[in-house]
């Protein structure tokens, strides 16, 4: 890597975390996303505070859509609370894989609420590429200051796509949602740099669609597990072989 960032206080690596987000490629995509969420909790009858506070608290578009979507068709509670509890179960892998990143001797459990809350992709993406080069005492703060910045900027522009709702076409909308798992997709190609990570990618985009076709409930998870389950298998054959050969 060819880039380091270096800050002289806790404070300072905050507020380069929340420069970074504003910077980032991830903000374009936010702010599309947004704009098509506001506008479906304004299709729905959902008021602005509402949307605001689901996206503090929840911080998970995907699982906002489930909550809004089903609010809005009358889908009873505990339905909706389940099913918005097993959309967040996927982020449960990224805060496991993140959290040693910023943990120091120091770090204590209640320093790690805020980033275990505010871990979605698009900051777990981000940190994974950038907490490796910074000092290990100003990684939480920087961490923090990155999911400020993307919360910042998803409930700004959640409320100007509520407040444009009535000129904002339904396929426009629509179109703005689809940006967030096409970021994803994108990112996590790009941050795929050994042969495992790329034949996770390979294996479950197949099971992903495979799944879909057939209609299997939970095609997302079990494509996720199947397709990095399947490369996990074939590294650790290639690593056999490799060290029998030697």
Not at 69 to 95: D, H, Q, Y
Not at 163 to 175: C, I
Request: net charge positive.
């Amino acid at each position: 890597m060819s880039w380091s960032l270096t800050f002289n206080s806790p404070t300072a690596a905050f507020l380069g975390g929340i420069k970074w987000a504003w910077t980032s490629v991830f903000v374009i995509v936010m702010a599309g996303t947004y704009i098509g969420l506001g506008a479906l909790a304004h299709d729905f009858g959902l008021s602005a505070l509402w949307l605001t506070v689901s996206t503090l608290f929840v911080w998970a578009a995907p699982a906002q859509v489930i909550l809004i979507s089903g609010l809005g068709t009358g889908a009873a509670l505990l339905e909706l609370a389940l099913a918005v509890s097993l959309s967040g179960i996927r982020l449960f892998p990224m805060v496991v894989s993140l959290l040693p990143l910023v943990r120091t001797r120091q770090t204590t459990l209640a320093d790690l609420i805020l980033p275990t809350h505010f871990t979605s992709v698009s900051m777990w993406v981000e940190s994974h590429r950038v907490l490796p080069t910074l000092a290990a005492e100003h990684r939480l703060a920087f961490c923090n200051g990155l999911s400020v910045g993307y919360m910042g900027v998803a409930t700004t522009f959640g409320l100007v796509g509520f407040y444009l709702a009535a000129g904002l076409p339904p396929l426009l909308a629509a179109t703005l949602l689809f940006m967030t798992p096409l970021s994803f997709l994108i990112s996590t190609a790009r941050n795929a740099r050994i042969m495992m990570d790329r034949l996770a990618l390979v294996f479950g985009l197949a099971l992903g669609a495979l799944l879909t076709i057939m209609n299997v409930q939970f095609d997302l998870m079990w494509a996720g597990v199947g397709g990095g389950t399947i490369a996990y298998a074939i590294h650790r054959l290639r690593a056999a072989k490799a060290g029998a050969a030697s």
